[in-house]
C-alpha cells in the first residue's frame, strides 16, 4: 500500500495531507500540518508528517495481513493501558500496581507468561488474595483486547494459575441490630432511609443512589443494575417497611434518595452504627448482605435470592447460606 505525502499551497502556507489509492478511489487524510515559511519550524513539521505518512501505510498494509501495525507493537504496555481511558475503581488500582511494577514500560507485544507471571507473584506480594485476584482478572481483560486488536496473537494470561480467592466473613445485621439501628437517629435522614431500604431489598449503593420514581410503579420497582447492566424487578410489599422507607420523603424529584459522596456517606453510617450500639465494621454494602441473610433466614429459597440480588451465578448466593 503506497501512501503519498501531499502538498497544497494556500494563503496561510502549505498544507500537509496523506493520500492513497484503495477500494477503488483516492483517500486522503488531512494532517492538520502546515509550512509556513521558518526554515526549523518546517523541517521539523515535515519529519513529523513523513513519520505520520509511513505509520498509515503499515497500518494500512498490516490490516490487510490482518495484524496490528509494528509502531503500535512497540507502544509501551503502560502507554497503551492509559491510552483505553477506563477509569473504574479496578483500573484505577491497576493502574497503580502497573506504575510500581518495574515491567510496565516493555512493548506491549513483547508481553508473554513470564511477564504475566511477574506480575501475578507482585500482586500477591503486595494484597490480599482477593484482591489480587480482581486486578488480575482485570489485567486478563486488557490483555483479551490487545489480542482482539492484533497487538498480541493470544492471551498470555490464560495459561497462568489463578489466583485463589480465600473466603472471608461476611458482616451483616441480624433483624434486632436493624430495629437498632432504625430506633436511633442519624445525621443523615437520607441515608439512615437508604441504608435500611437496602437492608430490606439488598440494593447495591449505586443502584440505590439513581433510583427514580419512574422506576417504581404499581409496588415494583424495574431498574437496571449500574453494576452488571442486567434488568431487575423487586416487588415491594403493599405497607411493608421497604415501601414505607420508599415513600416517607416524595420531595426529591426526580430521584427516590438524594444522597451525597460515598465517601462522606460512609463516616456518617459508621457513627450512627456506633451510637446505635453495633460494633461490627458497618459500609454500607452491609445492608445488601443483611438482606440476603434475613432473606434465608425467613424461608426464601436460595434461588430467589439470587434472583433479588441480581447475581449472575447462584454460587454467589451460596456464600449467605453458609452464615
Known sequence: MNVQ???RPGKRGTSLFLAWWAGGRWNYEFLKL???GDKQKDKETERLAERLRANREEELESMAWGTAPKHKRKMSFMDYFESLGKNNRNWQTLRHNLKQFPGAHVPIGSI???WVRKFRDYLLDHMTANSAYVIFSTLKSMLARAVRE?????????GIEPIKRTEVEIAYLTAAEVQMMAATPCSDPELKRAFLFSCYTGMRFSDVARLKWENYQD???NYRQKKTKGFEYISIP?????ERLLTANKSFVPHVFNLGRASTLSKILKRWAAAAGIKKHIHYHVSRHTA????L?????????SKILGHSSIAMTQRYAKV
Open 292 to 295: 440476603a441473610t434475613l432473606m
Open 297 to 305: 433466614e425467613n424461608g426464601v429459597d436460595l434461588f430467589t435470592v
Open 112 to 114: 508473554g507468561d513470564s
Open 34 to 36: 502546515r509550512l509556513t
Open 219 to 221: 409496588g415494583k420497582l
Open 238 to 242: 403493599r405497607g411493608g417497611p421497604a
Open 150 to 158: 492484533k497487538l498480541l496473537t493470544s492471551n498470555p494470561a490464560e
Open 5 to 7: 505525502l501531499k502538498r
